[in-house]
């Protein structure tokens, strides 16, 4: 069964990093685009990031363009999102999906610190 397993959040000052991996199983990863969505308390879930099966195209929420970065090592079946200047606005869970279906992962929960 498809299986999606997020992992990297934690508690960061503002200005740092963390860096989030996204581990696939179930299916063939390298047929789906990977998106990262989040949900901070009180709002509705959105959408951050999301690349396309060869690494060739990607997307960010203009919120996140130029502090994050997504990639994914289709051998390793896993896609990371690299965050950079975190600001407390981006406190929330983040979960990882195959882009177009209902799966998602378990998310795991970002929280910055001012």
């Known amino acids: 069964d498809v299986q999606l397993q997020a992992s990297g959040g934690g508690l960061v000052q503002a200005g740092g990093s963390l860096r989030l991996s996204c581990a696939a199983s179930?299916?063939?990863?390298?047929?789906?685009?990977i998106a990262w969505f989040r949900q901070a308390p009180g709002k509705e879930r959105e959408g951050v990031s999301c690349?396309?099966?060869?690494?060739?195209?990607?997307y960010y929420a203009d919120s996140v363009k130029g502090r994050f970065t997504i990639s994914r090592d289709n051998a390793k079946k896993t896609a990371y999102l690299q965050m950079n200047s975190l600001t407390p606005e981006d406190t929330a869970i983040y979960y990882c999906?195959?882009?177009?279906?209902?799966?998602w992962g378990q998310g795991t929960q970002v929280t910055v610190s001012s």
């Open positions: 179930g299916f063939t990863f390298d047929d789906y685009q």
């Open positions: 999906n195959r882009y177009g279906t209902d799966y």
């Open positions: 690349i396309s099966t060869s690494n060739n195209t990607t």
